[in-house]
């Protein structure tokens, strides 16, 4: 559960750092070349969903993979 947990926050703060990239992106495109571009909330939903579904996809598969192993097998060093 850990292991989803901070996945899913990573992934969540890193859709936070890409909607804000995006918008700002937007908005010097609009004031230097003069275009209209907006984000709108249902974009900004859609990257959150995205985001989270990536932590949960990539958080669940190691965790699962990790507890399937032997404890000592997996500490056990070559």
Request: with cysteine.
């Amino acid at each position: 559960m850990q292991f989803l947990i901070e996945a899913v926050v990573l992934c969540l703060l890193g859709g936070t750092v890409g909607v804000a990239l995006g918008a700002a992106a937007a908005g010097v495109l609009h004031a230097t070349l003069n275009w209209s571009t907006s984000v709108g909330a249902a974009s900004v939903a859609m990257a959150f969903g995205f985001a989270a579904a990536v932590g949960v996809i990539f958080g669940v598969w190691p965790a699962r993979r990790a507890a399937s192993l032997d404890p000592i097998e997996a500490l056990h060093y070559e």
